[in-house]
């Protein structure tokens, strides 16, 4: 059982940076593969990035070289560093939790959700 909450979302110029940042609380966080998704108005929730419980990271190829995600299990936190940000971007970002690191795709297979922080890209 672990609870997540997200903050650092805000509103930003194209080519600027953001971090973000997932709290958990209730559980070790070393016990769980992250992970941060994306939804956009009219579009899928997509996966954005993973970092499993060894610390090795997966990316989608729409953000590789430009996100990175970190973690501190002694802190019980989860960071997205988000730079050279474009207004694609622009979505509400969600960090999850599983047992094991399901792909990207099955978002469905993640066990637990933040509720969300809002991140606007603007030109």
């Known amino acids: 059982q672990v609870q997540l909450v997200e903050s650092g979302g805000g509103s930003v110029q194209a080519g600027g940076s953001l971090r973000l940042s997932c709290a958990a609380s209730?559980?070790?966080?070393?016990?769980?593969?992250m992970a941060w998704f994306r939804q956009a108005p009219g579009k899928e929730r997509e996966g954005v990035g993973r970092?499993?419980?060894?610390?090795?990271?997966t990316y989608a190829d729409s953000v590789k070289g430009r996100f990175t995600i970190s973690k501190d299990n002694a802190k019980k936190t989860l960071y997205l560093q988000m730079n050279s940000l474009e207004l694609e971007d622009s979505a509400m970002y969600y960090c999850?939790?599983?047992?094991?690191?399901?792909?990207?795709?099955?978002?469905?297979?993640?066990?637990?959700w933040g509720q969300g922080t809002q991140v606007t890209v603007s030109s």
């Open positions: 209730g559980s070790t966080l070393s016990r769980y593969c």
């Open positions: 999850a939790a599983a047992g094991f690191c399901f792909p990207l795709g099955r978002d469905s297979r993640w066990n637990y």
């Open positions: 970092i499993s419980s060894g610390g090795g990271t």
